[in-house]
C-alpha cells in the first residue's frame, strides 16, 4: 500500500515517529536524537536486517485472508459452517485490523516495535496451526481472530518502521514492502487450493503459511534484544510540548474520509473472502476460481502504483472517484449477468476499481498539512473504515444463503458502491483537517 506523503517539517526522525505511534493522543516528543529508535542501527547492517524483517512480515499480511478465501467451500464442509458463520469467518480480518490495529500505538508506547513485531508474528504462526487442529467451528474462529491479531499489528508498525530506519527513503521502502505485500496476496490465493489438493486435506492449503510466519520472527528476535539493550541505556532528556489535537471526528472531512475508506475495504474484503465461491458458482473448477481471485491482486499492482502520482497531480479528485466508480459498476453488473463467459474481463475491471484503496490512502495525506494532522486523519479514517468494512463479508454471506445466489450480495455492494462515491464526492476538491478543526 502506498502511505500518505511523508511530513518532513518535523524536526527530527523521532517526533515523526511518535505522531506515527500516537495517533488518538496528544503528541509528546521523545527522546533526544542520539537515543531514538531511528539510529540505532546502522544502514550496513541493522539498517539491512530491519528492511529484511519488514518484507518478511509483509509476506504474511494477507496470506491467512486470501488462502481462507480460496478453500472456503472446503472449510464450510469440514466444519459444517453456516453461511452466517462462513460471513462471520471472512468479517474477522476487518473486526481485527478496526480493533487490535487501534491499539498498536498503545503498545509501542509500552514496548520496543521490534518486540511488538516478534509477539505479532508469533500470535500469526501458533493462530494459523491451532485453526487448522482443531474439528471445532468456534476454536477455527477463535485462532483465526489470533492470526489475525498479529497481522493488524503489524499492519500499523511497518509505516512507523520506515519513517525510523528509512526516513530519506520512505518511498522506495514503502513500494518494496507494498508489491511484497501484494506477491503474498497473489501467490496465496492462487496456491492454497494446489496445495490443499496435493496433501489431500484443506488444512494443509491453510496450514502451510505458518511456516512463513515462523521465518518472519526470525529477524526480528536480535533486533528486539538489541532494542531492549539501547532503551535501557538511552536517557530522555527532551522537553515535553503537547500540540493542539485534531480532532477529526468533529469535522465534515474527517467523516467523508471514514466513510470512503470503509465503503472501498467493505467491497474488497467482500470480494477477499466470496469472489472465488461466486466463480466456483458459475462452473469454474476451484484451481482456477483461486486463480481468478489472485487475478484481482496481480492486476491491481500496476494501478497501486499509478494511483498515487495520478492523486498528487490533480487539482481535483472528482474525475478519479468517478471513473473507479464505473469500473467496479461496470464488474459487478457483469458479475451478476455473465460470471463466467466473461470472467477475465470481470476480473480486470474489479483490479481497476479496487485503485480506490491507493487513492484513499494517498489522499489522507492530501488533505492534511502537518504531520499531526495526517497521523490523526489516517487514524480516524482507518479505524472507523474498518468498522464499516467489516459489515461487508458478514452481509455477503447472509445473502447469499438466503437468496442462494449473488444477484442479491452484488446489488448490496452497487449500494455501498453508491455511498463510497458520494463521499469520495466530498473528499474530491482541496481542502485540509487542520483548518476544520
Given at each position: 500500500?502506498?502511505?500518505?506523503?511523508?511530513?518532513?517539517?518535523?524536526?527530527?526522525?523521532?517526533?515523526?515517529?511518535?505522531?506515527?505511534?500516537?495517533?488518538?493522543?496528544?503528541?509528546?516528543?521523545?527522546?533526544?536524537?542520539?537515543?531514538?529508535?531511528?539510529?540505532?542501527?546502522?544502514?550496513?547492517?541493522?539498517?539491512?536486517?530491519?528492511?529484511?524483517?519488514?518484507?518478511?512480515?509483509?509476506?504474511?499480511?494477507?496470506?491467512?485472508?486470501?488462502?481462507?478465501?480460496?478453500?472456503?467451500?472446503?472449510?464450510?464442509?469440514?466444519?459444517?459452517?453456516?453461511?452466517?458463520?462462513?460471513?462471520?469467518?471472512?468479517?474477522?480480518?476487518?473486526?481485527?485490523?478496526?480493533?487490535?490495529?487501534?491499539?498498536?500505538?498503545?503498545?509501542?508506547?509500552?514496548?520496543?516495535?521490534?518486540?511488538?513485531?516478534?509477539?505479532?508474528?508469533?500470535?500469526?504462526?501458533?493462530?494459523?496451526?491451532?485453526?487448522?487442529?482443531?474439528?471445532?467451528?468456534?476454536?477455527?474462529?477463535?485462532?483465526?481472530?489470533?492470526?489475525?491479531?498479529?497481522?493488524?499489528?503489524?499492519?500499523?508498525?511497518?509505516?512507523?518502521?520506515?519513517?525510523?530506519?528509512?526516513?530519506?527513503?520512505?518511498?522506495?521502502?514503502?513500494g518494496a514492502y507494498t508489491m511484497t505485500l501484494t506477491?503474498?496476496?497473489?501467490?496465496?490465493?492462487?496456491?492454497?487450493?494446489?496445495?490443499?489438493?496435493?496433501?489431500?486435506?484443506?488444512?494443509?492449503?491453510?496450514?502451510?503459511?505458518?511456516?512463513?510466519?515462523?521465518?518472519?520472527?526470525?529477524?526480528?528476535?536480535?533486533?528486539?534484544?538489541?532494542?531492549?539493550?539501547?532503551?535501557?541505556?538511552?536517557?530522555?532528556?527532551?522537553?515535553?510540548?503537547?500540540?493542539?489535537?485534531?480532532?477529526?471526528?468533529?469535522?465534515?472531512?474527517?467523516?467523508?474520509?471514514?466513510?470512503?475508506?470503509?465503503?472501498?475495504?467493505?467491497?474488497?474484503?467482500?470480494?477477499m473472502g466470496w469472489l472465488a465461491q461466486l466463480f466456483?458458482?458459475?462452473?469454474?473448477?476451484?484451481?482456477?476460481?483461486?486463480?481468478?481471485?489472485?487475478?484481482?491482486?496481480?492486476?491491481?499492482?500496476?494501478?497501486?502504483?499509478?494511483?498515487?502520482?495520478?492523486?498528487?497531480?490533480?487539482?481535483?479528485?472528482?474525475?478519479?472517484?468517478?471513473?473507479?466508480?464505473?469500473?467496479?459498476?461496470?464488474?459487478?453488473?457483469?458479475?451478476?449477468?455473465?460470471?463466467?463467459?466473461?470472467?477475465?474481463?470481470?476480473?480486470?475491471?474489479?483490479?481497476?476499481?479496487?485503485?480506490?484503496?491507493?487513492?484513499?490512502?494517498?489522499?489522507?495525506?492530501?488533505?492534511?498539512?502537518?504531520?499531526?494532522?495526517?497521523?490523526?486523519?489516517?487514524?480516524?479514517?482507518?479505524?472507523?473504515?474498518?468498522?464499516?468494512?467489516?459489515?461487508?463479508?458478514?452481509?455477503?454471506?447472509?445473502?447469499?444463503?438466503?437468496?442462494?445466489?449473488?444477484?442479491?450480495?452484488?446489488?448490496?455492494?452497487?449500494?455501498?458502491?453508491?455511498?463510497?462515491?458520494?463521499?469520495?464526492?466530498?473528499?474530491?476538491?482541496?481542502?485540509?483537517?487542520?483548518?476544520?478543526?
Open positions: 500500500m502506498t502511505p500518505p506523503p511523508a511530513t518532513t517539517a518535523a524536526p527530527t526522525a523521532d517526533s515523526a515517529t511518535t505522531a506515527e505511534a500516537t495517533p488518538t493522543t496528544d503528541v509528546t516528543p521523545g527522546p533526544a536524537p542520539a537515543a531514538t529508535p531511528a539510529r540505532t542501527t546502522s544502514p550496513a547492517t541493522g539498517g539491512a536486517l530491519v528492511l529484511v524483517g519488514m518484507l518478511l512480515v509483509a509476506l504474511n499480511l494477507r496470506a491467512a485472508v486470501t488462502s481462507l478465501g480460496a478453500l472456503l467451500d472446503e472449510v464450510r464442509g469440514g466444519l459444517a459452517l453456516s453461511g452466517a458463520m462462513a460471513g462471520l469467518v471472512t468479517t474477522l480480518p476487518t473486526i481485527a485490523f478496526a480493533g487490535l490495529g487501534a491499539l498498536t500505538p498503545w503498545l509501542v508506547r509500552r514496548y520496543a516495535p521490534a518486540r511488538v513485531l516478534v509477539a505479532a508474528m508469533l500470535a500469526l504462526t501458533v493462530g494459523q496451526l491451532l485453526r487448522v487442529a482443531t474439528d471445532s467451528a468456534a476454536i477455527f474462529v477463535l485462532t483465526s481472530a489470533l492470526a489475525l491479531a498479529g497481522i493488524a499489528v503489524a499492519n500499523i508498525l511497518l509505516p512507523m518502521l520506515v519513517k525510523q530506519h528509512f526516513p530519506h527513503r520512505t518511498g522506495l521502502v514503502t506477491i503474498g496476496t497473489t501467490v496465496a490465493a492462487a496456491s492454497a487450493v494446489p496445495v490443499a489438493h496435493a496433501f489431500g486435506s484443506w488444512r494443509a492449503g491453510l496450514g502451510v503459511w505458518a511456516g512463513l510466519a515462523a521465518v518472519a520472527v526470525l529477524p526480528w528476535v536480535p533486533l528486539a534484544l538489541r532494542t531492549r539493550a539501547t532503551r535501557r541505556a538511552a536517557t530522555p532528556t527532551a522537553a515535553v510540548v503537547t500540540p493542539a489535537r485534531i480532532r477529526p471526528g468533529r469535522t465534515r472531512l474527517g467523516w467523508a474520509m471514514a466513510v470512503y475508506f470503509g465503503a472501498q475495504s467493505l467491497s474488497g474484503y467482500a470480494i466456483r458458482d458459475a462452473g469454474y473448477r476451484p484451481e482456477a476460481a483461486g486463480l481468478l481471485l489472485a487475478g484481482v491482486t496481480a492486476l491491481g499492482v500496476p494501478v497501486a502504483l499509478v494511483m498515487p502520482t495520478l492523486a498528487g497531480r490533480l487539482r481535483t479528485l472528482r474525475p478519479l472517484v468517478l471513473s473507479l466508480t464505473a469500473f467496479s459498476t461496470a464488474a459487478y453488473v457483469g458479475l451478476a449477468f455473465a460470471p463466467h463467459g466473461l470472467a477475465p474481463l470481470w476480473v480486470l475491471l474489479l483490479a481497476v476499481g479496487q485503485g480506490a484503496f491507493p487513492m484513499i490512502l494517498t489522499t489522507i495525506g492530501l488533505r492534511a498539512r502537518t504531520a499531526e494532522g495526517t497521523v490523526a486523519l489516517s487514524a480516524f479514517a482507518q479505524s472507523t473504515g474498518y468498522v464499516i468494512a467489516a459489515l461487508g463479508p458478514l452481509l455477503v454471506g447472509i445473502l447469499y444463503e438466503a437468496t442462494g445466489g449473488w444477484t442479491a450480495p452484488l446489488g448490496f455492494l452497487l449500494a455501498a458502491l453508491a455511498v463510497q462515491t458520494t463521499a469520495g464526492l466530498v473528499i474530491a476538491r482541496p481542502r485540509y483537517i487542520e483548518d476544520e478543526r
